[in-house]
């Protein structure tokens, strides 16, 4: 996620901590706090996939998924 992006989140955070939030400021900060856990989403998955448990004799095992992802 773009950092300008970011920054509009914050910002919308900061203003709705001030006053109320117009509708349409509403909708924007929605929009984009749903792509930032997107975004976070898959960059935790990614983690995850590429992660090794190492048991005390030395060996290797690939971190399993316990359960399939909910649909977005």
């Known amino acids: 996620m773009e950092q300008s992006k970011i ?3 914050n910002e919308l955070a900061r203003l709705a901590r001030e006053r109320e939030l117009s509708e349409e400021e509403k ?3 929605d929009a984009l706090r749903k792509e930032y856990i ?3 989403r898959e960059s ?3 983690v995850l996939e590429n992660t090794y ?3 005390p ?3 290797k ?3 399993q998924r316990k359960d399939p992802l909910p649909k977005q």
Do not use: S
């Open 61 to 63: 095992h690939k971190l």
């Open 7 to 9: 920054d509009r989140i």
């Open 38 to 40: 997107a975004v976070w």
């Open 57 to 59: 004799d030395g060996k």
């Open 27 to 29: 909708q924007e900060r």
């Open 44 to 46: 935790t998955i990614a």
């Open 53 to 55: 448990i190492q048991t």
